[in-house]
């Protein structure tokens, strides 16, 4: 890959004295999450927009201001330390964005493409003082092509203006609030993931959806480009180390079924990926060619041999367990400090022995997922709770109170759940869309997942974990805490315990606050955590006996005023002994997968 490095005055350094972790140490603000951001879809050449902006904090409904407040560390959130600004935003005002970028000159006569990975939550792009365009939607990326507004020569000026409401709004926020306690945590505002731009062709791939059909060896290949009227044609060809196992030819737009013979499959225990290639072909000749990759691997329900709904994968029975993870940091907030530090959540989970995480009321950057797929992990996707509707409200059986939304909350939520759809749609490590926690929002729940189950028929629907239970989806979902229980259970769909655990344990140096901190149950030392832990997961493996397929346990990490990780807040220490959880997680999954 080749990435052109972006000049700046290092003049950057972590606002306040919260926590940190180890990776924050090693930032250069020069080179600031260089990575390419979005695997799926790979150019070989891009120029990295983060690093230093100017920024502006004003009331909102103000024009530009001729002088900013100072300098901002994109892509970290302006409430957080790694920002070097760590100021809060209400929703009575707005934060602006300021730089220059120069183009090189290799990319003369080439359509220039500006990218955004997140931008909480709506975002007004200005170049060259011209407004070329807008997005709503805090968790999911954007782009516009910006080529006719480009000066000839010299600096491109690039403004971004955002308005964020926080829990104040009817859009989807997660855990976010302006005024954190308990389980709620600092809001994020503003750009939190890498800006760039890159040179494409005039007509050039847009999207790629890839979803395997293991049972007849092929993927179904969805290529979208800028030009959905044109007559060029897409070829996608998949190989498996250099080698072509299957190619085709079609039109953008089309489904194109590409064979794959005796296909490896991709599993936790496996994680094989093929290498995927997309060219457009324009009167004979590729104008544009991008880099990808997929998998092989199926996820399903069926009746075990006692009558029992389980899930499987790649036609066999299969466990899912894992942790709750909020994917937050106490340097970046929503923002990791480095792509190695993204990884290492995925990398230390699954060294525990786990082989699922749920990524709970939060989306994380595409590379998250791509870490997923390459260290092999099963992910069950929240939707992010929205319209201030983060309580409790009752959960009954085939009842309980929905929420009455507004019509434009509505429409952001099923606008914003099918972008973080597309977002993961060719992601294999992703199985299960959970569109609800708890009845925090939750609304035509039965519309709502014929909606997601139609939209991909490829992977299960968990209706509402732990909420408003009805009769619809795939997956039946219980909350419990403490401890492990089935204290209800549906034959027809698959039982699963989508939260339980909570064992808290402070450490002094690696806390958020000074402040009450908390857990569902708190101990004193490691060995007390850890020897709780077994006991729970003891008792969970005569649960799966009786009929669970899945279970969640709160939570990766602590978070702010949250100490009930299994990893403080700032990844230096595990708070358990992880070979005692390892052996007492996998006898757990062992209870269905060892009978594969």
């Known amino acids: 890959m080749l990435a052109f490095a972006v000049c700046v005055q290092a003049q950057w350094k972590p606002a306040g004295d919260k926590l940190k972790t180890a990776w924050a140490e090693k930032i250069d603000p020069a080179k600031v999450l260089p990575e390419y951001p979005r695997p799926l879809l790979e150019r070989p050449l891009w120029l990295n927009l983060n690093g230093e902006w100017e920024y502006a904090i004003l009331d909102r409904g103000r024009v530009e201001p001729e002088t900013f407040d100072g300098r901002i560390l994109v892509p970290f959130p302006v409430e957080s330390s790694l920002s070097g600004v760590q100021k809060s935003v209400t929703e009575k005002q707005e934060l602006w964005y300021k730089r220059t970028f120069a183009l090189p000159s290799a990319w003369k006569g080439r359509h220039v493409k500006l990218n955004f990975g997140a931008v909480d939550w709506h975002a007004d792009v200005f170049v060259n003082d011209i407004l070329v365009g807008s997005h709503q939607g805090g ?61 494409v062709a005039a007509n050039h791939v847009t999207a790629i959806r890839s979803i395997p059909d293991i049972d007849n060896q092929l993927v179904a290949v969805t290529v979208e480009t800028s030009d959905p009227q044109s007559r060029d044609v897409v070829e996608v060809r998949i190989t498996d180390n250099g080698t072509t196992v299957g190619s085709a030819k079609g039109l953008a737009g089309k489904t194109l079924r590409v064979p794959v013979k005796n296909p490896k499959l991709w599993s936790p225990e496996s994680p094989v990926l093929y290498s995927m290639t997309v060219d457009v072909i324009h009167a004979g000749n590729v104008v544009d060619k991008v880099a990808s990759y997929t998998a092989m691997r199926k996820i399903s329900v069926a009746r075990d041999a006692e009558g029992i709904m389980r899930m499987q994968l790649n036609n066999k029975d299969y466990f899912h367990y894992g942790p709750l993870d909020q994917g937050w940091w106490p340097d ?87 972008e973080i759809m597309d977002l993961c749609i060719s992601n294999p490590s992703v199985v299960v869309w959970v569109p609800f926690n708890e009845g925090w929002g939750q609304f035509d729940t039965e519309q709502v997942v014929a909606g997601t189950k139609a939209y991909d028929p490829s992977r299960l629907v968990n209706p509402a974990s732990g909420g408003n239970h009805r009769a619809c989806g795939d997956i039946f979902d219980l909350h419990n805490y403490p401890g492990p229980s089935m204290y209800l ?63 969640v346990y709160t939570q990766t990490t602590d978070v702010e005023g949250e100490v009930n990780g299994l990893m403080t807040y700032d990844r230096k220490e595990v708070k358990v002994h992880e070979a005692a959880v390892r052996d007492a997680n996998r006898a757990v999954t062992g209870e269905v997968n060892d009978e594969r």
């Open 332 to 418: 970046g907030l929503y923002t990791a400090p480095a792509d190695e530090a993204l990884a290492y959540d995925i990398v230390k989970t699954k060294a525990l022995g786990f082989n699922m995480i749920r990524k709970h009321v939060k989306v994380e950057p595409a590379r998250w997922y791509y870490h997923c797929d390459r260290e092999g992990i099963l992910v069950w996707q929240d939707m992010p709770s929205g319209d201030r509707g983060n309580q409790w409200e009752p959960r009954v059986y085939g009842g309980g109170t929905d929420r009455a939304r507004t019509a434009e909350s509505v429409e952001y939520y099923h606008r914003e759940w099918k």
């Open 489 to 551: 259970f549906d034959p027809q769909r698959v039982n699963v315990l989508g939260e339980y655990g909570g064992i808290g344990l402070a450490m002094e140096g690696h806390l958020w606050w000074d402040k009450r901190n908390w857990g569902y149950v708190q101990f004193k030392s490691r060995d007390e955590v850890t020897a709780e832990y077994v006991k729970y997961a003891r008792e969970l493996q005569q649960l799966v006996k009786r009929g669970f397929s899945a279970a």
């Open 139 to 199: 968790y999911t990326p954007f782009s516009f092509d910006v080529t006719p507004f480009l000066t000839a020569s010299g600096p491109q000026k690039l403004v971004v203006r955002v308005w964020d409401p926080t829990d104040r709004g009817p859009q989807a926020a997660g855990k976010q609030t302006l005024n954190p306690e308990s389980i709620w945590y600092t809001a994020v505002t503003g750009i939190w993931q890498t800006v760039w731009i890159e040179p």
